[in-house]
């Protein structure tokens, strides 16, 4: 990636030749300030700030922590080619962008501070690095997706703040580009989020049938400076005794493929591939037992696609078990930042898995839920496992925004054939 610097850098320049402000007139030194640029710095779609328009608007603040001295100086224009006289001692100086939104577009966050000190008669060198402190998300659509939706729209949230593209018949936020001979799809303009989990929502509906089709996708642990190039895809058919800034605008370029379920190839019938694995019926040996065709499923009607589901009143977690082979096991595993330790005072051995067949203790706080335990499940081929009020009182544990919660569901039936499934929901 290029790299993009800007300069600031402080000279020894004669007091004859610009203006003087004194701020402490004990002993003292000099320091002053004067601006250099180079390269280039580009905004994808946006008007392009110069170098010396993004520099001049920092803000920058010294502090002296000895007696807490401070002074601000907004924009930096302010003190341009000004002789800035401090007392001598240690001080803290801090430079950063003028405006830090947690969510903004085309709005990237430089910080940057350092200690340096004024000796009596002397011009302070000091020298800082002011680095991208919030994290950038830019957006790239395939052939394939934009073919497959009619319209669509991507949001990204930290909790803190929410940032939309879309696409639909009014407007577009993407542009066709050709990158190593193949199309796609561009964002116009990149997403800056203050550090925090990030959630990212897509939605759409499919060009063949107007079918709606969504899907989550959550980026845990970002960290400043990353870059997070989201790739959508959908199934288819120094100067003497001065002071310099640098601007480090490098970034750490993550990719992550986002699959949009729900665009699956239609097969036609009579075309199907057979399984070289399995047999033609009649053709087992004589005595012995068939492997059981079916093991134990999960349905969720209301999400089929088992899309993470936001946590609040309109949530539908009703979930229906089918086992063919009757039901002889059935526990949930929970792992979730907040309803975890309270399972684990619920379970008889403080485990975070709930056993619904034999934890007695665990069956009789279940059942004031209404969720089916014991006799309820054992043996049984259909079980209708609602769990939309045990996963609601996640919210009794005021969780952060974007945060996830997981319910790893593992049954097992009468032939010993295992479901295990994870339903996930995320807290708003």
Same mark, same amino acid.
């Given at each position: 990636?290029k790299?993009?610097v #800007?300069t600031i850098i402080a000279a020894?320049i004669?007091?004859t @030749?610009?203006?003087t402000e ?6 003292k030194? /000099?320091m002053t300030?004067d601006?250099s640029?180079?390269?280039? #710095? ?6 392009a700030e110069s ?5 001049n608007?920092f ?10 001295? *401070?002074?601000?100086?907004e ?5 341009k ?6 007392g001598?001692?240690?001080?803290t100086? *801090?430079?950063s962008?003028p405006?830090k /939104? ?8 430089y910080?940057?501070?350092?200690d340096?000190?004024i ?7 000091v020298?800082?690095i002011c680095k991208v402190?919030n994290?950038k998300?830019s957006? !790239?659509?395939?052939k394939n +997706?934009?073919e497959?939706? @009619?319209? #669509?729209?991507i949001?990204?949230t930290?909790g803190?703040?929410?940032l939309?593209?879309e696409?639909?018949? $009014? !407007? *577009?936020d993407?542009k066709p580009?050709i990158?190593e001979?193949?199309?796609? #799809?561009?964002?116009?303009?990149? &997403?800056? +989020?203050?550090?925090?989990? =990030?959630t990212?929502?897509?939605n &759409?509906?499919?060009s063949?049938d107007n079918?709606s089709?969504s ?5 845990n642990?970002?960290?400043?400076a990353?870059h997070h190039i989201?790739k =959508?895809?959908?199934?288819?058919? &120094?100067t ?9 605008n490098?970034?750490?370029d993550i %990719?992550n493929?986002?699959?949009?379920p729900? +665009?699956e190839e239609?097969?036609v ?5 057979q399984?070289p694995? *399995?047999? /033609?019926p009649?053709?087992? %040996?004589?005595g012995?037992?068939? /492997?059981?065709s079916?093991a134990p499923?999960l349905?969720w ?5 088992f899309?993470p589901?936001?946590?609040?009143d309109?949530?539908n977690?009703?979930l229906?078990v ?6 002889a ?5 929970v792992n979730?930042p $907040?309803l975890?330790a309270?399972i684990?005072?619920?379970t008889t051995d403080g485990?975070d898995?709930m056993?619904?067949?034999n934890?007695?203790?665990?069956i009789?706080?279940?059942? $004031?839920?209404g969720i089916?335990?014991? %006799?309820n499940?054992v043996?049984k081929t259909?079980?209708n496992f609602?769990i939309t009020?045990?996963?609601k009182m996640?919210?009794?544990y005021?969780?952060?925004?974007g945060?996830?919660h997981?319910?790893? =569901? ?11 499934k994870k339903?996930? +929901?995320v807290s708003e």
């Amino acid at each position: 990636m290029k790299k993009t610097v #800007y300069t600031i850098i402080a000279a020894a320049i004669a007091l004859t @030749s610009c203006n003087t402000e004194v701020f402490i007139t004990e002993k003292k030194g /000099e320091m002053t300030l004067d601006l250099s640029c180079s390269s280039e #710095y580009n905004i994808v779609g946006t008007k392009a700030e110069s170098d010396e328009d993004i520099i001049n608007n920092f803000s920058v603040k010294i502090v002296r922590p000895a007696d807490g001295w *401070t002074k601000t100086f907004e924009p930096f224009s302010s003190i341009k080619g000004t002789v800035i006289s401090l007392g001598s001692g240690n001080y803290t100086i *801090t430079a950063s962008s003028p405006v830090k /939104e947690d969510a903004a577009f085309d709005q990237p966050v430089y910080e940057g501070s350092t200690d340096f000190t004024i000796s009596t008669g002397q011009v302070a060198n000091v020298s800082l690095i002011c680095k991208v402190s919030n994290v950038k998300v830019s957006l !790239q659509l395939s052939k394939n +997706f934009v073919e497959e939706l @009619s319209d #669509y729209s991507i949001t990204v949230t930290n909790g803190k703040g929410i940032l939309k593209w879309e696409k639909n018949a $009014n !407007q *577009t936020d993407f542009k066709p580009v050709i990158v190593e001979g193949e199309t796609l #799809y561009t964002g116009i303009k990149s &997403g800056y +989020f203050s550090v925090a989990p =990030l959630t990212i929502q897509v939605n &759409g509906h499919r060009s063949l049938d107007n079918s709606s089709a969504s899907t989550s996708y959550f980026i845990n642990d970002p960290k400043a400076a990353d870059h997070h190039i989201l790739k =959508l895809d959908a199934n288819v058919t &120094g100067t003497l005794g001065g002071i310099s800034i640098t601007i480090d605008n490098t970034v750490n370029d993550i %990719e992550n493929t986002v699959k949009v379920p729900g +665009f699956e190839e239609i097969p036609v019938p009579g075309d199907e591939p057979q399984d070289p694995g *399995t047999e /033609e019926p009649g053709t087992e %040996e004589p005595g012995t037992d068939p /492997e059981p065709s079916t093991a134990p499923t999960l349905v969720w009607d209301a999400n089929p696609t088992f899309a993470p589901m936001a946590i609040n009143d309109a949530m539908n977690a009703d979930l229906v078990v089918n086992a063919p082979e009757k039901i002889a096991q059935f526990k949930v595993k929970v792992n979730s930042p $907040n309803l975890t330790a309270a399972i684990q005072g619920l379970t008889t051995d403080g485990s975070d898995t709930m056993d619904l067949v034999n934890d007695a203790a665990m069956i009789e706080f279940l059942a $004031n839920l209404g969720i089916p335990t014991g %006799e309820n499940i054992v043996g049984k081929t259909t079980v209708n496992f609602f769990i939309t009020d045990l996963v609601k009182m996640i919210n009794m544990y005021g969780p952060e925004a974007g945060t996830q919660h997981h319910f790893i =569901l593992i049954v097992t039936d009468e032939k010993g054939q295992e479901m295990n499934k994870k339903v996930t +929901f995320v807290s708003e």
